[in-house]
């Protein structure tokens, strides 16, 4: 199937952001070893995603979902059905901390938010779906098995014994 | 239609054919009632009458009841006044636990249940509508067993089981009707189903035609199930999922409801929640609007109908079997007159409900019988049995050829009418280009031009679709001559073609999900409840908390019933709703301004388009 422009846009946006958090989290490891690097105040001051990468285990966190990123924004780019889904829950980590940000501390990243929700009611529509072949897996889930399989499940009735009575 | 009531006298063929098609019953373990006589039923009935806003009175007591003397009741001419007999009596709660522990009750497995199978939100309603039923008029507590018990005192005196046949020429069809009477329907308490009411009139028909051989035989089958008609009820004789033995079709009874089914297994129909009907045909038009947006599935029509609390109708086929060659054969009576005897009074005379009248608007009110509705007036599957089951659009096998030559000779009349049509468009089309070429050397022709470019431009137009429905009409007439071909060779093509949503059991999966989801379906509701509770005594968090408990519990239900894209998707789509409504509070002036400066963009941009051409 053709690939839409939009999951070209999408798969590789999805691909920087992972390979910037792999880059991010290794500057960050990088500089948390050595032991001068730890003053560097910028790294503080940076947040992504929720993850703050300040020390080895944020790093780690944030390296490890960049690379989920970019596992995922090449199986957008491949028309993979669970990278679409991979896709759809990373927005909702998003989100879900941009939500959180914003009803405790009153702010948040809107620039972030607003790619978030394009990207989700882009994946989310129809025809997007259906390039990612969720509609048919879907309709042929709801649709069930086959009726000789559905007939299967039932144990074959036992005619009860005894003798038969005319009409 | 040749024989619409009960007037017309039934012949020995049809006697004959009555016997030879009859159909196999094949009831649950644990079923506790079976097609019966109403001469027994009536024996042991009183005959009441309830006015409105008033207390039911007994018209015939006990035991000087019969099946003439039930005929003859007269109607009473005051509106909204319902006759009804009564029969069983209430036991006490003591005497239902003895009578469920000796009875066959026990036998039955529920296995995982319905509320294992169906959504959170269903098992909701689901509770209000049990709780509803403190408030509504119902079948009493104990009546279900205390009719259970007089009918199997009835049994163990005379064991019979009994169907009403009725036949009925229409539309080329021999309707061969099974009517069964049971003395109660206990879907409700014996098998966790929607209601329970005395009586039940439900039916099988056998639709039987000449054959390309002229020999009478069956063709077509329906089974009423749940009030519903149409084409989904009637499946074809040689649809390779029917069971037969010989002629005799095998039908499967659901356990306490005794609605028919084609398959063995548990199906799930669905109760459309009274007054709900607003409310969900806000949520079709929302969904609607959603899909339109390129987002969503469209609704379908029926879900404008109102909210459904799905129930198990277990149908597994595993107990008694009637019919012919089983463990009991039928008793037949006729609904019909013959030469020899008449046609039961009661059929024609009897416009009351065959059981007790509860008040209750959702189905706990016995049914009226084989011929009336509630309201009076006759039932479809009575007037209409062909068209009930929407056979009526059918030809009968050995009339599908001449229907089928009669179709090919109207579409020939048509093409016919379509060939004069196009030529004398032609010809006109053909004579206004000519006059147009004529008219261009004049100067003052103008507005006469404009005129006649109008009427080419509309007679082209309806030219066109002339020729293309000519051309779909050579197709139609083809497609008719290879049918015909194919039915004279016997092949009538598939034989599910015309179903839209038959009723079929649940897949297997459904049925064998684990019993760590059986036990979660049967606390979740409860565990909710106290949930909320919690967080309204104890946290100042109220709505977020409760939006949590519910994605959680939203969470659970989609792991169980194997949807966890599904959920994870629209938690996803609802966050972002939720942050595109905060973004567009946020910057409500700036997205409005936005808007208007895009607009006008467009504007300028389309007009100067058009002037730059």
């Given at each position: 199937?053709?690939?839409?422009?939009?999951?070209?846009?999408?798969g590789?946006?999805?691909?920087?952001?992972?390979l910037?958090?792999?880059?991010?989290?290794?500057?960050?490891?990088?500089?948390?070893?050595?032991p001068?690097?730890r003053d560097?105040?910028?790294l503080?001051?940076l947040?992504?995603?929720?993850?703050?990468?300040?020390d080895?285990?944020?790093?780690a966190?944030?390296?490890?979902?960049?690379?989920?990123?970019?596992?995922?924004?090449i199986?957008i780019?491949?028309?993979?059905?669970?990278a679409?889904?991979?896709?759809?829950?990373?927005?909702?980590?998003?989100?879900?901390?941009?939500l959180?940000?914003?009803?405790?501390r009153?702010q948040s990243?809107y620039?972030?938010?607003?790619l978030?929700?394009?990207?989700?009611f882009?994946l989310n529509s129809?025809?997007?779906?259906r390039?990612?072949?969720?509609v048919?897996?879907?309709e042929?889930?709801?649709?069930g098995?086959p009726?000789?399989s559905?007939n299967a499940m039932?144990?074959e009735?036992?005619?009860?014994a005894?003798s038969a009575?005319?009409a | 239609?040749e024989?619409?009531t009960?007037?017309?006298?039934?012949?020995a063929d049809?006697?004959a054919?009555?016997?030879?098609?009859?159909?196999i019953?094949?009831?649950?373990r644990?079923e506790q009632f079976?097609?019966?006589d109403v001469?027994?039923?009536?024996a042991?009935?009183?005959l009441?009458i309830?006015?409105?806003?008033?207390?039911?009175?007994e018209v015939v007591p006990r035991?000087?009841?019969?099946?003439v003397?039930?005929?003859?009741?007269?109607?009473?001419a005051v509106?909204g006044?319902?006759?009804f007999l009564?029969v069983a009596?209430p036991?006490?709660?003591?005497?239902?636990?003895?009578?469920r522990?000796?009875?066959?009750?026990?036998?039955?497995?529920v296995g995982p249940?319905?509320?294992?199978?169906v959504g959170?939100?269903a098992?909701?309603?689901?509770?209000l509508f049990s709780?509803?039923?403190l408030?509504?008029?119902k079948a009493p507590?104990?009546?279900?067993?205390?009719?259970?018990?007089q009918?199997?005192?009835l049994?163990?005196?005379?064991?019979?089981y009994?169907y009403y046949?009725?036949v009925v020429r229409a539309?080329?069809?021999?309707?061969?009707?099974?009517?069964?009477?049971y003395a109660?329907?206990?879907?409700?308490s014996?098998?966790?189903?929607?209601?329970?009411h005395?009586g039940?009139w439900?039916?099988v028909?056998?639709y039987?035609?000449q054959n390309?051989?002229g020999?009478?035989?069956p063709c077509?089958?329906?089974?009423?199930a749940?009030?519903?008609?149409?084409?989904?009820?009637r499946?074809?004789?040689?649809d390779?999922?029917?069971?037969w033995?010989g002629?005799?079709?095998?039908i499967?009874?659901?356990a306490?409801?005794h609605a028919?089914?084609?398959f063995?297994?548990?199906?799930?129909p669905?109760?459309?929640v009274p007054?709900?009907?607003?409310?969900a045909?806000?949520?079709v038009?929302?969904?609607?609007?959603?899909?339109?947006?390129?987002q969503?599935?469209?609704?379908?029509e029926?879900?404008?109908?109102?909210f459904?609390?799905p129930?198990?109708?277990?149908a597994?086929?595993?107990?008694v079997?009637l019919?012919p060659s089983?463990?009991?054969?039928?008793d037949?009576?006729?609904?019909?007159?013959?030469d020899?005897?008449?046609?039961?009074a009661?059929?024609?005379g009897f416009?009351?409900l065959?059981g007790?009248?509860s008040?209750?608007?959702?189905?706990?009110n016995a049914p009226?019988?084989p011929r009336?509705?509630?309201?009076g007036l006759?039932?479809?599957?009575?007037y209409?049995?062909?068209g009930?089951s929407?056979?009526?659009?059918?030809?009968p096998?050995?009339?599908?050829?001449?229907?089928?030559i009669e179709q090919?000779?109207?579409?020939c009349?048509?093409?016919?009418?379509?060939?004069?049509k196009?030529e004398?468009?032609?010809?006109?089309?053909?004579g206004?280009?000519?006059e147009?070429?004529?008219m261009q050397?004049l100067?003052q022709?103008g507005?006469?031009?404009v005129?006649t470019?109008?009427?080419?431009?509309?007679l082209?137009a309806?030219l066109?679709?002339s020729?293309?429905a000519?051309?779909?009409?050579?197709?139609?007439q083809e497609?008719?001559?290879?049918?015909?071909?194919?039915?004279?060779a016997?092949d009538?093509?598939d034989?599910r073609a015309h179903l839209?949503?038959p009723a079929?059991?649940?897949?297997p999966a459904?049925?064998r999900?684990?019993?760590?989801a059986?036990v979660?379906s049967?606390?979740?509701?409860?565990?909710?409840?106290?949930?909320?509770?919690?967080l309204?005594?104890f946290?100042?968090?109220l709505?977020p908390?409760?939006?949590?408990l519910?994605?959680v519990?939203g969470?659970?239900?989609?792991?169980?019933?194997?949807?966890v894209?599904?959920?994870?998707?629209?938690l996803?789509v609802?966050?972002?709703s939720v942050?595109?409504?905060?973004l567009?509070?946020r910057?409500?002036?700036p997205v409005?301004?936005?808007?208007?400066?895009?607009?006008?963009l467009?504007?300028?941009?389309d007009?100067?388009?058009?002037v730059?051409?």
């Amino acid at each position: 199937m053709k690939r839409p422009l939009g999951v070209i846009l999408i798969g590789g946006l999805l691909l920087l952001q992972g390979l910037y958090l792999v880059a991010f989290a290794s500057t960050v490891a990088y500089f948390t070893v050595v032991p001068e690097g730890r003053d560097v105040w910028l790294l503080r001051a940076l947040h992504f995603t929720g993850l703050a990468a300040e020390d080895l285990i944020s790093a780690a966190l944030v390296g490890g979902l960049g690379v989920f990123i970019v596992i995922s924004g090449i199986g957008i780019l491949r028309l993979h059905p669970w990278a679409w889904l991979v896709a759809m829950a990373l927005q909702g980590w998003t989100l879900a901390v941009f939500l959180l940000d914003y009803f405790t501390r009153g702010q948040s990243s809107y620039s972030t938010a607003l790619l978030s929700v394009i990207i989700v009611f882009y994946l989310n529509s129809r025809t997007i779906r259906r390039t990612f072949d969720l509609v048919r897996r879907r309709e042929a889930m709801s649709a069930g098995p086959p009726l000789d399989s559905r007939n299967a499940m039932a144990t074959e009735p036992e005619i009860p014994a005894g003798s038969a009575k005319s009409a | 239609m040749e024989n619409p009531t009960s007037d017309g006298r039934l012949t020995a063929d049809d006697l004959a054919l009555l016997r030879r098609c009859e159909p196999i019953l094949c009831f649950n373990r644990g079923e506790q009632f079976y097609p019966m006589d109403v001469d027994r039923f009536l024996a042991d009935a009183r005959l009441c009458i309830q006015r409105p806003n008033a207390e039911a009175q007994e018209v015939v007591p006990r035991g000087q009841l019969d099946a003439v003397a039930l005929g003859q009741t007269s109607q009473s001419a005051v509106p909204g006044t319902v006759e009804f007999l009564s029969v069983a009596e209430p036991l006490t709660a003591a005497q239902v636990l003895a009578f469920r522990k000796s009875s066959t009750l026990k036998e039955f497995h529920v296995g995982p249940g319905r509320l294992v199978r169906v959504g959170l939100l269903a098992r909701f309603v689901d509770l209000l509508f049990s709780v509803s039923l403190l408030l509504r008029g119902k079948a009493p507590g104990g009546f279900a067993a205390g009719s259970a018990v007089q009918y199997h005192a009835l049994q163990a005196q005379d064991e019979r089981y009994t169907y009403y046949g009725r036949v009925v020429r229409a539309h080329g069809y021999i309707a061969l009707q099974y009517w069964f009477f049971y003395a109660f329907n206990d879907w409700r308490s014996s098998f966790h189903g929607v209601n329970d009411h005395e009586g039940d009139w439900e039916m099988v028909t056998v639709y039987a035609a000449q054959n390309a051989q002229g020999a009478i035989a069956p063709c077509w089958i329906a089974c009423s199930a749940h009030d519903s008609d149409g084409d989904d009820l009637r499946r074809r004789w040689d649809d390779p999922d029917i069971e037969w033995l010989g002629e005799h079709p095998i039908i499967y009874a659901g356990a306490g409801s005794h609605a028919n089914y084609f398959f063995r297994g548990e199906y799930m129909p669905a109760v459309v929640v009274p007054y709900t009907q607003r409310l969900a045909a806000i949520g079709v038009r929302l969904r609607r609007l959603w899909a339109r947006l390129g987002q969503g599935d469209e609704p379908s029509e029926r879900e404008a109908e109102g909210f459904r609390i799905p129930f198990v109708d277990f149908a597994r086929g595993d107990g008694v079997r009637l019919g012919p060659s089983q463990q009991h054969e039928w008793d037949a009576r006729l609904l019909q007159a013959t030469d020899y005897t008449p046609a039961p009074a009661w059929v024609d005379g009897f416009r009351g409900l065959w059981g007790l009248y509860s008040g209750d608007p959702l189905g706990e009110n016995a049914p009226p019988g084989p011929r009336y509705e509630r309201d009076g007036l006759q039932r479809k599957r009575w007037y209409d049995p062909v068209g009930w089951s929407g056979l009526d659009k059918v030809p009968p096998p050995n009339r599908t050829t001449e229907a089928l030559i009669e179709q090919e000779r109207r579409l020939c009349a048509e093409h016919d009418e379509l060939t004069a049509k196009i030529e004398e468009h032609a010809s006109l089309v053909s004579g206004l280009e000519l006059e147009m070429a004529a008219m261009q050397s004049l100067q003052q022709a103008g507005r006469h031009s404009v005129i006649t470019q109008q009427r080419l431009r509309a007679l082209n137009a309806d030219l066109e679709q002339s020729k293309s429905a000519r051309a779909a009409n050579e197709i139609a007439q083809e497609r008719c001559r290879a049918l015909a071909a194919k039915v004279a060779a016997g092949d009538f093509g598939d034989p599910r073609a015309h179903l839209h949503r038959p009723a079929l059991p649940s897949t297997p999966a459904d049925v064998r999900l684990g019993r760590l989801a059986a036990v979660w379906s049967a606390i979740s509701i409860g565990v909710l409840l106290l949930g909320v509770a919690a967080l309204v005594y104890f946290s100042g968090y109220l709505a977020p908390g409760i939006l949590v408990l519910l994605g959680v519990y939203g969470f659970f239900e989609a792991l169980f019933h194997r949807d966890v894209q599904v959920w994870i998707a629209r938690l996803v789509v609802a966050l972002a709703s939720v942050t595109a409504l905060l973004l567009l509070l946020r910057f409500f002036q700036p997205v409005v301004l936005g808007v208007v400066v895009l607009v006008g963009l467009f504007i300028i941009v389309d007009n100067l388009r058009e002037v730059l051409t």
